[in-house]
């Protein structure tokens, strides 16, 4: 008998689930039982409240302060140059609590912090503790530079925070339910979910989406520069999806989030840079590659959004790691409720022992 291998657990179902529906085919993405759409408005600790209730747990995150001794981590690696996504994964797994619904109480409000200290370290500047009155997005843009953030700005990062919190069983989220199906705590399944994020496989690029726009620097010149990165089989950063195989949806909340943000608190030439270079390159693909139904991701707008929030480019995988760390622990209270090992099989291809 012939036993089939689903090479990259392709169209492979290994949990059910209340927390994200990704519907490739509609273009469609469900939180909580709320279509993405509807949460781009909310708080994002709203959101982290809805995720976690799904799974069975009920509490509200706040940012929290940093244990000594991950500070003590942070400044040691901060001389050694470590790249953010790597501080981050040696930073949380400095952390420590005994019972699950604290552990993801912890992370969560945690990790903005981490990284904020982080990044100021790097750049020879003492960390700024958050703040109790204000959230989690206010609070991270309020750790990175010191002052007081825009509420066009915290607007902004709440709906991106929100917009990438969770979606479907992708790869760190995997990464965290397996850990988690061991009975391992939950400081352990997250720093296991921080390392699969970190592969740019998984992690994504909106960086090298926003360096082409830059590129382009003119709407006159997008068709010019874009069909030539076509006709040299360059792949054109922030468009096409493995899973939507029509317009993400998180990029439609984005690109309104950040229009929105623009006109308010930012640079609109910028913005309409961006847009001319959209429209430009869903033109051309679609007249280069026809049927491939290459639309617009969630990396093309991520990388403006992000950008007009005053992040750098290193920053960006990190701050989706604050988000997504929502999604991974609620992942993991609902295996914890599963209660059973993932355990998959593997088919021997090697020689066979000598007779």
């Keep these: 008998?012939?036993?089939?291998?689903k090479s990259g657990l392709e169209g492979?179902?290994?949990a059910e689930t209340r927390l994200s529906m990704v519907d490739g085919e509609r273009g469609e993405l469900v939180i909580g039982g709320f279509r993405v759409e509807e949460l781009a408005s909310w708080s994002f600790e709203d959101t982290v409240e809805l995720l976690w209730g799904a799974a069975g747990y009920h509490g509200r995150p706040l940012a929290s302060?940093?244990?000594?001794?991950?500070?003590t981590?942070?400044?040691?690696?901060?001389?050694?140059?470590?790249?953010?996504?790597?501080?981050?994964?040696?930073?949380?797994?400095?952390?420590r609590a005994d019972e699950d619904g604290p552990a993801a109480q912890l992370l969560v409000g945690t990790f903005p912090?981490?990284?904020?200290?982080?990044?100021?370290r790097l750049h020879g500047q003492d960390p700024i503790a958050p703040r109790p009155d204000l959230g989690i997005a206010a609070n991270y843009l309020y750790m990175l530079d010191g002052t007081e953030p825009h509420a066009e700005l915290v607007r902004g990062m709440e709906t991106y925070l929100n917009t990438v919190v969770d979606h479907g069983l992708n790869a760190s989220t995997f990464t965290a339910r397996v850990i988690a199906s061991t009975?391992?705590?939950?400081?352990?399944?997250?720093?296991?979910?921080?390392?699969?994020?970190?592969?740019?496989?998984?992690?994504?690029?909106?960086?090298?989406?926003?360096?082409?726009?830059f590129e382009i620097g003119e709407p006159t010149r997008a068709e010019n520069i874009l069909r030539r990165k076509i006709a040299n089989g360059e792949r054109l950063m922030g468009f096409g999806h493995r899973v939507y195989k029509v317009r993400d949806p998180r990029a439609d909340v984005l690109a309104a989030a950040a229009e929105r943000m623009f006109?308010?608190?930012?640079?609109?030439?910028?913005?309409?840079?961006?847009r001319s270079v959209e429209q430009t390159a869903l033109r051309l693909l679609e007249e280069h590659k026809p049927g491939r139904k290459l639309q617009t991701n969630v990396e093309f707008y991520t990388a403006l959004l992000l950008h007009g929030l005053g992040l750098d480019v290193p920053l960006f995988t990190p701050t989706f790691a604050i988000s997504r760390v929502a999604g991974w622990t609620a992942h993991c209270f609902e295996?914890?409720?599963?209660?059973?090992?993932?355990?998959?099989?593997?088919?021997?291809?090697?020689s066979a022992p000598a007779s």
């Design 113 to 120: 912090t981490i990284v904020a200290a982080y990044w100021r």
């Design 183 to 213: 009975d391992s705590d939950f400081v352990s399944a997250i720093t296991g979910a921080v390392g699969a994020l970190k592969g740019p496989l998984h992690g994504g690029a909106p960086g090298p989406a926003l360096d082409m726009v």
């Design 65 to 71: 302060p940093l244990p000594s001794h991950t500070e």
């Design 263 to 274: 006109t308010r608190a930012g640079d609109m030439r910028l913005y309409e840079l961006a």
């Design 73 to 95: 981590l942070l400044r040691d690696a901060a001389k050694q140059h470590v790249p953010a996504m790597d501080a981050l994964r040696m930073a949380a797994g400095t952390l």
């Design 1 to 5: 008998m012939t036993t089939e291998v």
């Design 12 to 14: 492979v179902v290994a």
């Design 335 to 350: 295996q914890r409720r599963v209660g059973r090992l993932i355990r998959p099989q593997s088919v021997y291809v090697g």
